[in-house]
DNA sequence: GACCAGGATTGCT
DNA sequence: AGCAATCATGGT
């Protein structure tokens, strides 16, 4: 079942498209502007027909009424990006609000595998961190149609940690990795349900768990919930983003960037999103 | 061969 | 409460 959509604001597939290619266990193909995800069981193909101006879209393969929703809600497709650019063509970041104008948030297709994806990047440089991530899910997941998917929970609960520690992880993050993962098979942590919850209290749940500090939890708010008003202050890549924007010869502190958090507000994420992507 | 990387924890003052 | 050492290893 094909369908399709048409969007009543400006919105850049194009570079949505391009920066799920930055991660191998997508699949894009970016000469037929489509992208394959998984929802459940269930591979959805969205291609890009349309324009910056004039965003359109197919969606294919579509089952229910859930996982449309689910599409909606990943790519942003179901809330407008105008009132976010209005609001940062009056703050310091005017100038990435027009160079990136319609780039959504795109959440992540798993909230499992957002957390194993941010205590797998801790502290590593993207680089690696890309060959570990691949190289967990290629050997613990399964492929479906030609796109890998995050094994289960239960899955990596019962694995040793030197198992993990042949494939170059280090001991910290295969015990913070077998941790999660035990919590979560066991029933004690429940992603899903932390939806309906406040930022403060997702927050204060997660880095009750060994390995999830402050920027993986706020990781988990801004790529697995899509929240909008996340700015992680501890992030090497933020802080390089702004030294460059701010032409400064050195990271600034958080003192520093805590200031603006205000002007931001309330799309702080967005923020961050877009200083990311300055410097990508 | 340092030093840093989409940090977090532990152990010391 | 706050700082330093520690972690594994690829990239620069």
Same mark, same amino acid.
């Given at each position: 079942?094909?369908?399709?959509?048409?969007?009543? *604001?400006?919105?850049?597939?194009?570079?949505? %498209?391009?920066?799920?290619?930055?991660?191998? %266990?997508?699949?894009?193909?970016l000469s037929n502007q489509t992208v394959k995800i998984p929802i459940d069981e269930t591979i959805?193909?969205?291609?890009?027909?349309?324009?910056? =101006?004039?965003?359109?879209f197919m969606i294919i393969g579509l089952e229910t009424d859930e996982q449309y929703e689910r599409v909606l809600s990943i790519f942003h497709f179901n809330r407008s990006l105008e009132p976010i650019h209005q609001h940062f063509l009056g703050t310091n970041l =005017?100038?990435? *609000?027009?160079?990136?104008?319609?780039?959504?948030?795109?959440?992540?297709?798993?909230? #499992?595998? !957002?957390?194993?994806? @941010?205590?797998? =990047?801790?502290?590593? !440089?993207?680089?690696?961190?890309?060959?570990?991530?691949?190289?967990?899910v290629n050997t613990f997941g399964r492929s479906k149609e030609g796109i890998w998917l995050h094994p289960a929970p239960e899955i990596i609960a019962n694995l040793e940690v030197s198992t993990l520690?042949?494939?170059q992880f280090s001991t910290r993050k295969a015990e913070y990795m077998i941790g999660i993962s035990k919590a979560i098979a066991e029933g !004690?942590? !429940?992603?899903?349900?932390?939806?309906?919850?406040?930022?403060? *209290?997702?927050?204060?749940?997660?880095?009750? #768990?060994?390995?999830?500090?402050?920027?993986?939890?706020?990781? *988990?708010?801004?790529?697995? %919930?899509?929240r909008?008003?996340?700015?992680?202050?501890?992030?090497?890549? %933020?802080?390089? @983003?702004?030294?460059?924007?701010w032409n400064l010869d050195r990271k600034p502190m958080k003192s520093e960037i805590a200031p603006h958090l205000? @002007?931001?507000?309330? #799309?702080?994420?967005?923020?961050?999103? #877009?200083?990311?992507?300055n410097i990508e």
């Open positions: 079942m094909a369908q399709t959509l048409e969007l009543a *604001f400006k919105y850049s597939m194009e570079d949505v %498209l391009s920066r799920l290619a930055l991660d191998p %266990l997508n699949c894009v193909d959805i193909t969205i291609q890009s027909i349309g324009t910056l =101006h004039e965003p359109k =005017h100038s990435l *609000f027009l160079k990136f104008e319609g780039t959504p948030i795109i959440t992540d297709f798993s909230l #499992y595998g !957002n957390i194993i994806k @941010s205590i797998i =990047h801790q502290q590593l !440089n993207l680089s690696f961190a890309k060959t570990l991530t691949e190289r967990f520690r042949e494939m !004690n942590l !429940n992603l899903e349900t932390l939806v309906s919850q406040s930022d403060d *209290f997702i927050l204060s749940e997660l880095i009750k #768990y060994r390995g999830i500090g402050p920027w993986t939890a706020e990781s *988990f708010l801004l790529f697995g %919930l899509g909008e008003n996340l700015f992680p202050l501890a992030d090497v890549g %933020l802080q390089n @983003s702004l030294k460059q924007l205000d @002007s931001w507000s309330p #799309y702080n994420s967005y923020a961050a999103l #877009y200083l990311w992507r």
